[in-house]
């Protein structure tokens, strides 16, 4: 990472004044207060940490304090986004395990490229460099990898779909997945998507906008092949897992199958 990146520690006290000015525009109001504004899906403890912000909270309260709030929610998302890419990516700089597969114990169903750095010089040369890596793996040429209109790749992984976007700034290849859509938020979901992304060994797994979504950021800047198919291969796997095992406890809505009638939740 560059010296001039900012930190993760000036990132999340960024995030917490932020937070701090929008609890004084709102009047201040008690814990126990916001607690009751979001329908007691969170308990006013969860409300008091997530105000103080000593470390990163979980999104889901997060976004439940904001709008208890009357916050602007995308921009916190894109600064609770900023500070877990930054996270991920300083534990994937100092993973010793990013250059193989083995650690997954199976056998992508997708065709491996050599082992290379390529270090693209600006963010064309990166979004060419990914669509190379993403044909190669799919066993198919550049023109024929699906882009969608965000200009991100598709990748189909059972009932599930993955995409690779490319961001600009700063440079980062962003693997994810909308594994369940139409997902009502509770503790039990909270703590559930906490516990899958204690367990992967890159990437998290969090909850927004009614959507569980699964992510694994790629840092553009040095970019390896390597790293990109390790996220390809763990975020395909995964996805087409929990859609499966999480639509059974939660409900919601796969991204290739029939709906599903959502699970009354606690």
């Known amino acids: 990472m560059s010296s001039d990146a900012p930190s993760i520690d000036d990132l999340l006290a960024e995030l917490r004044l932020k937070l701090k000015r929008l609890h004084r525009l709102s009047g201040e109001p008690s814990t126990r207060e916001l607690a009751r504004r979001t329908g007691g899906v969170i308990t006013h403890s969860t409300v008091h940490a997530v105000?103080?912000?000593?470390?990163?909270?979980?999104?889901?309260?997060?976004?439940?304090?904001?709008?208890?709030?009357?916050?602007?929610?995308?921009?916190?998302?894109?600064?609770?986004?900023?500070?877990?890419?930054?996270m991920d990516v300083v534990a994937a700089t100092h993973s010793q395990g990013m250059n193989s597969s083995?650690?997954?114990?199976?056998?992508?169903?997708y065709e491996e490229t050599s082992e290379r750095s390529t270090f693209p010089e600006t963010n064309t040369d990166l979004r060419q460099t990914v669509l190379s890596v993403v044909a190669t793996m799919l066993k198919t040429t550049p023109d024929q990898?699906?882009?969608?209109?965000?200009?991100?790749?598709?990748?189909?992984?059972?009932?599930?779909?993955?995409f690779v976007r490319v961001r600009d700034n700063p440079p980062l290849v962003d693997v994810f997945s909308p594994i369940l859509t139409e997902v009502a938020p509770s503790e039990r979901l909270y703590a559930k998507l906490s516990e899958l992304t204690n367990r992967m060994p890159i990437g998290r797994i969090y909850h927004t906008h009614r959507t569980i979504w699964g992510s694994i950021p790629v840092f553009g800047r040095q970019f390896q092949e390597t790293h990109l198919i390790l996220a390809i291969q763990v975020m395909t796997g995964?996805?087409?897992?929990?859609?499966?095992?999480?639509?059974?406890?939660?409900?919601?809505q796969r991204f290739f199958g029939d709906s599903d009638p959502k699970v009354e939740t606690e």
């Not at 990163?56 to 986004?81: K, N, Y």
């Not at 083995?102 to 169903?109: P, W």
């Open 51 to 86: 105000l103080r912000c000593a470390r990163l909270p979980r999104w889901g309260p997060l976004e439940l304090v904001v709008e208890a709030l009357g916050g602007e929610q995308d921009d916190f998302r894109t600064r609770w986004i900023a500070i877990r890419d930054t």
């Open 102 to 109: 083995a650690d997954a114990g199976e056998t992508s169903q």
């Open 145 to 162: 990898v699906k882009v969608d209109s965000d200009g991100d790749l598709g990748i189909r992984a059972g009932s599930a779909m993955v």
């Open 238 to 252: 995964i996805a087409d897992e929990l859609d499966d095992r999480l639509n059974g406890e939660f409900g919601g």
